[in-house]
């Protein structure tokens, strides 16, 4: 499934860099993970970086996008082959 931010987040830059696929951005508020493009790092690593690096622990699975290993393989090499 994608991840999403939650209301928590500080703001403090360190998953936007962190995104092989670009998806986080800074909302009006908080940042922000476009659910099109989050692969939960799939094609890219063992686990999604964003939550590795998030000091509070407000990036968690967005319940609305349950999405499988294989669909979220499909997304990476969707987003980053000519295919």
């Given at each position: 499934?994608?991840?999403?931010?939650?209301?928590?987040?500080i703001n403090c830059d360190m998953c936007k860099p962190e995104c092989p696929n670009e998806a986080i951005s800074?909302?009006?508020?908080?940042?922000?993970?476009?659910?099109?493009?989050?692969?939960?790092?799939?094609?890219?690593?063992?686990?999604?970086?964003?939550?590795?690096?998030?000091?509070?622990?407000?990036?968690?699975?967005?319940?609305?996008?349950?999405?499988?290993?294989?669909?979220?393989?499909?997304?990476?090499?969707?987003?980053?082959?000519?295919?």
């Amino acid at each position: 499934m994608a991840l999403l931010i939650n209301d928590p987040c500080i703001n403090c830059d360190m998953c936007k860099p962190e995104c092989p696929n670009e998806a986080i951005s800074m909302g009006a508020k908080i940042y922000l993970i476009d659910p099109d493009k989050c692969t939960e790092c799939v094609g890219h690593y063992d686990q999604p970086t964003c939550v590795a690096v998030c000091p509070i622990n407000c990036v968690k699975p967005n319940p609305n996008r349950r999405e499988t290993e294989e669909a979220l393989y499909e997304k990476f090499v969707e987003l980053h082959f000519d295919v």
